[in-house]
């Protein structure tokens, strides 16, 4: 039903009424016609209230599949709630949990935008209801559970970070969401403590290049492990203490021989299935292994002796699908952990490549070629 009906209507009626009536028929008729009219809203109307009109860009997953289906386009502004900030947004970082999404294997949590991007900087554009810390104008940086690959964001008040001293605006957006992920399952779960030996397989991701630098000012030995002599010259420039190319060398039999063959205390593991048993075998007594991702499978065989024999702790999470009051309190961690080893230089952001919105199909098949080392920004 178009707008001009609408608008037309009423003359129609009052010609009726004034030069037909004999005809109580056609009034009557006519009279309902308006009134269901003037009651009816035809989808994406501009007499609907709840219809926004597209004011920003987003970059939109069109179809499940190759980073060819990232495309950026108009859409509407997120709405802002009771308890959330709306940023307009300086820089996301990618994430391969991006990547996963976009191929249709990760979808967002229910509520979530349903726009890639887990972390952001930028600006407060407005404040929700009960939110009193931040005002708008306000620089800070966030961890999303979706979003970030946008123009305009709203955010958790809970999950809001201020900019740390010393840091740019644009390169902010690279820590959200490597610390919250760091913090929470190396420190908060793992008990990594000072005088510990610490192993990150993919040393020189965004994951790893933040750990690297976080477990070196609270005192580990670091071990990692990367796929070429490039990157793991870079994890040893962050302070990584040995540095192993997996692609030549058995990366248990190095631990072990560099830990006199104990093994070493924590594992931060994202490869899954095809190392599960190794880990095992590389860890010292009482050793904990963390599993955040599963970049070789899900689905193993293990010999449940070896975590007996030596009271192994076997540990996995996601960050994404944790709820809002556990992300806050993991987020009020890291401001009070994580932000003065940035602010004091300890823990530096490690930033590959700057790329605008418009390319994020650009980053993507950047990030799945595995050539970079810490992390790509895509820049509004």
Same mark, same amino acid.
């Given at each position: 039903m178009n707008v001009g009906v609408l608008r037309f209507a009423p003359t129609f009626l009052t010609r009726s009424v004034a030069t037909r009536r004999a005809a109580p028929t056609l009034l009557s008729v006519s009279a309902r016609l308006v009134t269901a009219l003037l009651h009816t809203s035809a989808p994406h109307s501009p007499l609907d209230p709840s219809r926004r009109e597209p004011t920003m860009k987003a970059v939109v997953i069109t179809t499940p599949g190759d980073p060819e289906v990232l495309r950026l386009q108009e859409v509407e502004d997120p709405k802002l709630e009771d308890g959330h900030v709306l940023v307009r947004v300086a820089a996301t970082a990618l994430n391969r949990a991006d990547t996963l999404q976009r191929r249709g294997m990760y979808p967002p949590p229910k509520g979530a935008s349903e726009y890639p991007g887990l972390e952001c900087s930028g600006t407060i554009e407005a404040v929700g209801k009960g939110v009193s810390r931040w005002k708008v104008g306000d620089q800070v940086c966030a961890l999303l559970a979706g979003g970030g690959y946008a123009e305009k964001v709203a955010v958790p008040a809970g999950q809001v970070l201020p900019v740390p001293a010393g840091i740019s605006l644009k390169d902010a957006a690279s820590f959200p969401e490597v610390a919250c992920t760091v913090w929470s399952t190396v420190f908060m779960m793992s008990h990594l403590s000072a005088g510990e030996t610490f192993l990150i397989h993919g040393g020189s991701s965004g994951i790893g290049t933040f750990a690297i630098q976080i477990a070196k000012y609270y005192g580990a030995r670091v071990f990692v492990t990367a796929g070429s002599e490039e990157k793991l010259a870079a994890c040893k420039d962050l302070g990584a203490d040995v540095c192993i190319n997996y692609k030549t060398e058995d990366f248990v039999a190095r631990v072990k021989e560099e830990t006199a063959g104990k093994g070493v205390?924590?594992?931060? @593991?994202?490869?899954g299935a095809s190392y599960f048993q190794r880990n095992l075998d590389s860890l010292n007594l @009482?050793?904990?292994?963390?599993?955040?991702?599963?970049?070789?499978?899900?689905v193993t065989q293990v010999d449940l002796r070896s975590i007996l024999a030596r009271r192994l702790t076997v540990q996995a999470a996601g960050l994404r699908t944790r709820s809002r009051e556990n992300k806050d309190a993991i987020v009020d961690e890291v401001e009070k952990k994580v932000w003065p080893a940035i602010e004091q230089g300890k823990v530096k952001p490690v930033v590959y490549k700057y790329l605008p919105l418009a390319e994020a199909a650009e980053g993507h098949r950047l990030m799945e070629s595995s050539q970079h080392v810490g992390k790509i920004l895509l820049v509004t």
């Open positions: 205390d924590v594992i931060l @593991d994202c490869v @009482d050793g904990r292994l963390f599993i955040i991702g599963t970049q070789s499978g899900a």
